[in-house]
């Protein structure tokens, strides 16, 4: 077997999470990398097999017919790769802590705060899988899971742990710090979209049941772009609380108005029954939670005292 004229690793591990999202940005959040650095390795490695695998359509990436071909033989390669490094792992087992969670909670909750878990549990050795693609416990080597859905997990031990909510949000410098007074004006502002946070139910708690959902300008399919675009300023934002406090706390963007609008999902605790008192689930169970309380805690204080726009970033900062 000739080894020699293998694409790069890192490359092939880029191609596979961009076929598998059908999304650049998705790929990036899983891989703790650039939207810059996957579409580089993309194009270094289309350019070396010498075809298309993605067809772009301005925002939006798929796949061509070689490119799923290519995607499922290289996906197959890669599980038997991470299938023998798993048994090989086996001894260390029991010192080895993995979580799924989605790309966007892990690189906007958990990553801010998972030192002092770290720091406090240095008997385990942690792995946070970040991905948008839900773990199977019986086939996966996965601990335990943060999961965004309705709570129905059959066979599972699911716990709530933290209930969403939907608020507009902008930067403090968005139209010159001259920002919306009352909800109505939203109708006349450059209102940021994503397929995961939709603006309608939104209107129906703030009293505009007459506004449409937005239908032009771009459409995030990341949550961790579409609070990018609002921090810089590109238009306001319909905001998960649990990706926008630490830059509500910042003051690097402000909510805009007290209406909450009611989310479908929310944050749950999963592991399988056998796995909630293996002390190492426990112990991250038990952090996570007071992890929750505290947040909980910080973003009453982030936003207390605020009775709509105007504020300034001192008025909103706490200690994080």
């Known amino acids: 077997m000739d080894l020699r004229h293998l694409p790069a690793l890192n490359a092939v591990k880029a191609f596979e999470a961009a076929a598998r999202h059908e999304s650049f940005s998705r790929a990036a959040d899983e891989l703790f990398v650039t939207h810059g650095a ?170 505009l049941t007459s506004l449409p959902e937005p239908k032009r300008g771009v459409l995030y399919q990341d949550s961790s772009n579409l609070l990018q675009a609002a921090i810089d300023r590109q238009g306001i934002a319909l905001v998960r609380r649990s990706l926008a406090m630490h830059e509500i706390a910042s003051g690097r963007l402000v909510r805009l108005f007290d209406v909450d609008g009611p989310s479908p999902w929310q944050y749950y605790f999963i592991c399988p029954p056998h796995m909630l008192h293996v002390p190492r689930v426990a112990a991250f169970r038990e952090w996570v939670f007071a992890e929750v309380a505290r947040f909980k805690q910080l973003f009453d204080r982030a936003c207390a005292g605020r009775s709509g726009a105007g504020k300034t970033p001192d008025a909103l900062h706490v200690e994080s």
């Open 38 to 207: 996957v579409s580089h390795q993309i194009r270094a490695l289309e350019a070396e097999l010498g075809v298309a695998l993605f067809a772009r359509e301005g925002k939006r990436v798929r796949l061509t017919e070689v490119g799923g071909r290519y995607a499922t033989q290289v996906r197959a390669a890669l599980t038997a790769l991470a299938d023998a490094t798993r048994q090989i792992r086996a001894g260390d087992r029991e010192r080895r802590l993995v979580v799924t969670m989605l790309s966007s909670f892990a690189a906007r909750w958990v990553t801010p705060r998972i030192g002092s878990f770290i720091e406090a549990n240095p008997q385990w050795d942690l792995e946070l899988l970040s991905t948008n693609a839900l773990a199977d416990f019986a086939r996966d080597d996965v601990d335990a899971a943060i999961r965004f859905g309705f709570g129905k997990y059959p066979g599972l031990h699911a716990e709530l742990l933290l209930e969403e909510i939907f608020f507009p949000a902008c930067s403090p410098d968005f139209n010159g710090g001259n920002l919306p007074k009352t909800p109505a004006e939203l109708a006349n502002a450059p209102l940021l979209r994503s397929d995961d946070e939709l603006w309608r139910p939104w209107f129906d708690a703030a009293g």
